[in-house]
């Protein structure tokens, strides 16, 4: 199955990512986790997309282009994928087309603005492995330390306050037109993605048929 998850930063993207591609036995393609791979490293590429990041406007087109044609060129993407935060943009999601990419399912995650800065301003990552917690909603076992490996938890840059309204109006602006961009196409899939983590998860695989 070849999926796109839609929806505002902070909706679950990721959370659910995790489940649905043990579920589907897929790769999920993040661009958010390749373009902070890249920062760590100190990548050109990461370099030029950390001040567009860390303020929390959208990485340019042509760079998130590049990356996704790249990464689906790959052996793992031959029985489907899940794409976790792109196309955020209707020419990312042309770009997508033009590759001949047949997406099956893009499923929109859907949750209120004012739930979305509680889950981002109380989400921690791992500043090793990448893993994601929440202080209220999913605690590490040991205060500020990743139950898989050890490391150390961190604020993410753009989950600082400011940073997390402009990333919403960002999403309202340029992203939320791609739900219309979808449906009119007869792909689009809506969850309701306001209540508990297991709870998305069981509407996405109704929803899904898996
Ligand atoms: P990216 O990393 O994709 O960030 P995002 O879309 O802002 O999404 P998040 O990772 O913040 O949220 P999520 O929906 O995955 O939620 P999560 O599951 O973590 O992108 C970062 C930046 O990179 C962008 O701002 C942009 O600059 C750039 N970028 C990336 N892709 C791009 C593209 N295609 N084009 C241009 N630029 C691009 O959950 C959040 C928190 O809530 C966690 O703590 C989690 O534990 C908790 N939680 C999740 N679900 C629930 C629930 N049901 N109940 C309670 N808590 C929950
Ligand atoms: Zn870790």
């Excluded at 043990?22 to 100190?42: D, H, V, W």
């Excluded at 997406?103 to 090793?128: F, H, M, N, P, Y």
Aim: glycine fraction near 8%; hydrophobic fraction near 40%; aromatic fraction near 4%.
């Amino acid at each position: 199955m070849k999926l796109i998850l839609l929806g505002a930063p902070g909706a679950g993207k990721g959370t659910q990512a995790e489940v649905v591609c043990e579920k589907l036995a897929i790769p999920a393609i993040s661009t958010g986790n390749i373009l902070r791979e890249a920062m760590k490293n100190e990548t050109e590429m990461g370099v030029k997309a950390k001040a567009y990041i860390d303020s929390g406007a959208l990485v340019p087109d042509d760079v998130i282009i590049s990356i996704i044609k790249e990464r689906l060129a790959q052996d793992d993407c031959k029985n489907g994928f899940i794409l976790d935060g792109v196309p955020r943009t209707v020419a990312q999601a042309e770009a997508l087309e033009a590759m001949g990419i047949e997406i099956d399912k893009v499923v929109d995650i859907e949750v209120s603005d004012e739930t979305i800065v509680k889950r981002l301003s109380g989400r921690r990552v791992c500043s090793a492995c990448g893993a994601s917690y929440h202080t209220i909603y999913k605690p590490s076992a040991k205060p500020d330390e990743c139950d898989r490996c050890g490391g150390s938890l961190i604020v993410r840059k753009d989950d600082e306050p400011s940073t997390i309204l402009e990333r919403l109006k960002v999403y309202h602006e340029l992203t939320e037109p791609l739900v219309d961009f979808y449906r009119a196409r007869g792909k689009l899939v809506v969850v309701e993605g306001q209540e508990e983590v297991a709870d998305t998860t069981k509407l996405l695989f109704e929803k899904l048929g898996v």
